[in-house]
């Protein structure tokens, strides 16, 4: 049981350069987030999906997009990384919205410099 | 009022004691609630529901006061690997019907 991968497990960007973080679940949900979590902070929603080819911004969607083609994958897109984008980035995925029994990934910790 | 505010700790508890936490919530109309657990730079896990009638699992205890809004947490015979942070979770029933993670609460058990 792979639960919810995410690729890479660490990222030093600079300034300015994009990527994207990889995240897929084997569950069949349809539901999938992606937060961040900054040092001794809580997690923030950046963009959720109710299904493949739904999303919605959540609370800090500025400076990322996501695309949901397939039930299975939510990948995360930074464009012109910015310091401020210096966190942990974790996936998540679950059953209903409001069930609570959240599965998340191993999460990614990028660094912008 | 936030919507759901916990002590950030961190508690500082002696192996073996009994050590108990709350989380308040700010919509009285929140309908489920829940316990996470997220060790030092590793993702959270559930670790509880928290029925009204209050519920237990092994050495957890979950306890709901609607009237005063808030869940507690109460971990009996503490072991070294109970250190973690300790979200509190809120499903707020509102339009979006997502769940809010409040920012956890740091507990160290002591050797």
């Known amino acids: 049981n792979a639960g919810v991968t995410q690729t890479p497990k660490f990222r030093i960007l600079k300034i300015g350069q994009s990527m994207t973080l990889q995240c897929a679940q084997d569950?069949?949900?349809?539901?999938m987030y992606w937060y961040r979590q900054d040092p001794g902070m809580g997690l923030k929603l950046i963009y959720y999906?109710?299904?493949?080819?739904?999303?919605d911004k959540g609370e800090v969607p500025n400076g990322y997009n996501v695309s949901r083609s397939t039930t299975e994958d939510f990948p995360l897109r930074l464009e012109l990384a910015a310091p401020s984008q210096t966190s942990v980035y974790f996936c998540?995925?679950?059953?209903?919205?409001?069930?609570?029994?959240?599965?998340f990934g191993s999460g990614t910790r990028l660094t912008v410099v | 009022r936030k919507e759901v505010e916990q002590d950030p700790g961190p508690f500082n508890v002696p192996e073996g004691a009994t050590v108990a936490f709350n989380c308040t919530y700010s919509?009285?109309?929140?309908?489920?609630f829940f316990w996470y657990r997220q060790d030092c730079r590793k993702e959270p896990k559930l670790l509880m529901s928290v029925y009204s009638s209050g519920n237990e699992d092994g050495r957890f205890t979950a306890q709901l006061n609607r009237a005063s809004q808030y869940i507690s947490l109460l971990i009996r015979d503490s072991k070294l690997s109970d250190s973690a942070t300790y979200l509190c979770?809120?499903?707020?029933?509102?339009?979006?019907?997502?769940?809010?993670f409040g920012k956890g609460t740091r507990l160290h058990i002591l050797p």
């Open positions: 998540a995925s679950s059953y209903s919205q409001g069930s609570g029994g959240y599965t």
């Open positions: 569950m069949n949900h349809n539901y």
């Open positions: 919509n009285s109309a929140s309908q489920s």
């Open positions: 999906s109710v299904g493949a080819g739904i999303t």
């Open positions: 979770v809120v499903n707020p029933m509102n339009r979006d019907d997502k769940i809010i």
